[in-house]
């Protein structure tokens, strides 16, 4: 589950020789070492001009070394979905404009799985029954849409703490129902906060070794990946394991152990940016 | 809050209410709605319908899946000259309880099955390719399922991995810029390449470890609740908090982990889902064994019926019972 590199005018396989001899020497592309997260930086625009149609939150998500993400929500009431009455309806599509045109089929199915991942992940850490209105009548319909303007590894983490910062204290405004009853304000929250990193595994000389937050070069040459999110209390919200390289069970719980020791910087550098700022 | 691990939904929302308090009350019993135990998979039955080896048809308590492959030369795709193709679909027949949001479970389906076993590498692509650049192998395994009691994600890839394993494609001889493709009484047919086995099984977790830690300081028994359940039914499905899909291979390596929705899980109740896969997968894989086997028996005996029908049919052997009036009359002339 990845896109392509952007290799510039160097061939995709001389690059991936080259990072596969990185990698021998136990060193990565952009200095960091196997352990090391890039640090995300999120903006959010709390501008009141854009509310006026229906922009409830909109945030953009870039980290050091140019990944780039575009998140706008936006909400309007609906009737609930009829297998369950009393939630929500929370919705995320995922486009990526600025790609080559000649993966235009992998690349669908890739955003499509993306998007997928954002919103079941998104359902398991926020209550959807915060969304009713009235039970079986109304509710919102918050469509949570992420534009991929530059994209360079760990896509379905970036992907999802953009969406993430963008939907946590999120204010539902006062409006109007098409009945006229009035609903009041009220304020999402959510009730655990998902983390998450891309852990590749090289398979080096028969020792596994695993690369933290991995980028799009090192995920054209691992022989497995592994996107795993977790929680506060280091609980497990999502896991997705998809490789030719099968993993043993010792091996699978380093690699989430790995991530659960760095949770703590991670979300603070999400929920920091998140926080309404002065203007 | 009803969760969304079942696939469909039971005929009306109160006999959905009652099976999912019913089975909450069993899993807080320790026991199961069916009476089997947390780490037990409902009868099995892997089976290759047909004479041809094509069909494979596995069955797992009330669920019914049957897979079909074929394989056909084309022409590779301009930026993969050397690798054959290999396409994946399920269907299922539509009920009138289905809901609208039947094709999409199956598209994630077939999405997890491409990435299972076309990401995984199970199937070597590149030994499909017979001219790299003109011709290569397109191998199509469409997948029916026939009834649906739960658990469809873990028997729709066993009947896949059962069809793969079994099946033969013709022999090639190829001459310079000629193929020729033989039939399989001119020639052995030859089997896929397949490096790995992965089996899935699927888990769910019972209920949210907070209301967990809390019922057990309610109910003060003997009895352990049930926290991990594997081969969920539909109702169990319904019921539960979440669940975990695990792919193993015969040696006990963990092919592939999914768990998307639901509450959060531990560690110790992923390992616990992972070994309890290990121990499960020989189990089903040598079920697949004995039944390709069977199979093999079954052809055998097929062919040898045939040939002796046509021994009878056409007289060979037949010197010592020649009619009396036959001979006379031959001795006569």
């Known amino acids: ?279 | 809050m009803l969760q969304r691990c079942a696939f469909q939904t039971i005929a009306s929302p109160a006999l959905t209410q009652r099976e999912v308090e019913f089975t909450k009350s069993a899993w807080l019993a320790g026991l199961r709605p069916d009476q089997r135990g947390a780490q037990q998979l409902r009868e099995v039955k892997v089976e290759f319908p047909l004479l041809s080896r094509d069909v494979a048809c596995v069955r797992c308590g009330g669920t019914i899946v049957t897979a079909a492959i074929a394989c056909e030369l084309v022409e590779p795709s301009p930026y993969r000259p050397k690798q054959g193709m290999l396409e994946f679909s399920v269907r299922q027949p539509y009920t009138e309880r289905d809901s609208g949001a039947k094709s999409r479970e199956l598209k994630t389906l077939t999405a997890f099955l491409e990435r299972l076993i076309k990401t995984g590498g199970v199937v070597d692509t590149e030994s499909l390719c017979m001219l790299p650049g003109r011709r290569v192998w397109s191998v199509s395994v469409d997948i029916t399922v026939l009834n649906d009691e739960g658990n469809v994600t873990d028997v729709v890839v066993w009947a896949t991995v059962a069809v793969l394993l079994h099946y033969r494609r013709p022999e090639l001889t190829i001459r310079g810029n000629s193929v020729i493709v033989h039939p399989p009484h001119e020639r052995e047919p030859v089997p896929l390449s397949v490096h790995h086995v992965p089996l899935p099984f699927s888990f769910v977790v019972t209920m949210d470890p907070s209301d967990r830690n809390r019922l057990s300081r309610q109910h003060k028994d003997n009895k352990e609740l049930l926290e991990v359940v594997v081969d969920p039914t539909v109702a169990e499905a319904t019921a539960a908090a979440s669940s975990v899909v695990v792919a193993v291979n015969a040696e006990g390596q963990v092919c592939s982990v999914s768990k998307s929705e639901g509450c959060c899980i531990h560690l110790n109740e992923l390992n616990y889902c992972m070994e309890t896969a290990a121990l499960l997968a020989p189990r089903v894989l040598s079920l697949i064994r004995e039944a390709m086997a069977a199979h093999d028996v079954r052809r055998q005996e097929a062919l040898q019926g045939q040939f002796l029908w046509v021994q009878k049919r056409s007289g060979v052997g037949r010197d010592v019972a020649v009619p009396e009036t036959t001979k006379k009359a031959r001795v006569e002339t």
């Not at chain 1, 209105?133 to 590894?153: F, K, P, Q, T, Y």
């Open chain 1, 1 to 279: 589950m990845s896109l392509p590199p952007a290799t510039g005018a160097v061939e995709l396989s001389s690059f991936k020789q080259h990072v596969i001899r990185l990698l021998a020497q136990e060193k990565r592309l952009d200095g960091r070492s196997f352990d090391a997260i890039r640090t995300p930086h999120i903006l959010h625009d709390n501008r009141q001009v854009t509310k006026t149609n229906r922009v409830l939150a909109s945030t953009l998500y870039t980290d050091d070394t140019g990944t780039s993400l575009a998140c706008t929500v936006t909400g309007v009431f609906g009737p609930p979905p009829p297998q369950y009455p009393e939630e929500g309806r929370l919705t995320v599509d995922v486009t990526a404009p600025f790609f080559p045109s000649y993966s235009e089929v992998q690349i669908e199915g890739t955003l499509h799985e993306l998007a997928r991942f954002v919103r079941s992940t998104i359902i398991s850490c926020l209550d959807l029954t915060a969304l009713c209105v009235i039970s079986g009548e109304a509710c919102w319909v918050l469509r949570v849409e992420l534009v991929v303007m530059n994209a360079d590894g760990g896509l379905r983490a970036a992907a999802l703490h953009t969406a993430a910062a963008a939907l946590h204290n999120l204010a539902l405004p006062k409006a109007r129902l098409p009945s006229g009853d009035v609903v009041e304000c009220k304020c999402l929250r959510f009730h655990r906060m998902p983390v998450a990193a891309t852990i590749g595994v090289c398979a080096t000389a028969g020792e596994l070794r695993f690369l933290l937050d991995t980028n799009a070069a090192e995920e054209s040459v691992a022989d497995g990946l592994l996107t795993v999110v977790v929680d506060e209390t280091e609980g497990i919200v999502a896991l997705v394991h998809h490789g030719k390289f099968p993993l043993l069970v010792p091996a699978l719980t380093d690699a989430v152990e790995m991530l659960t020791s760095r949770s703590a910087t991670l979300r603070s550098a999400i929920l920091k940016s998140s926080s309404p700022a002065a203007e």
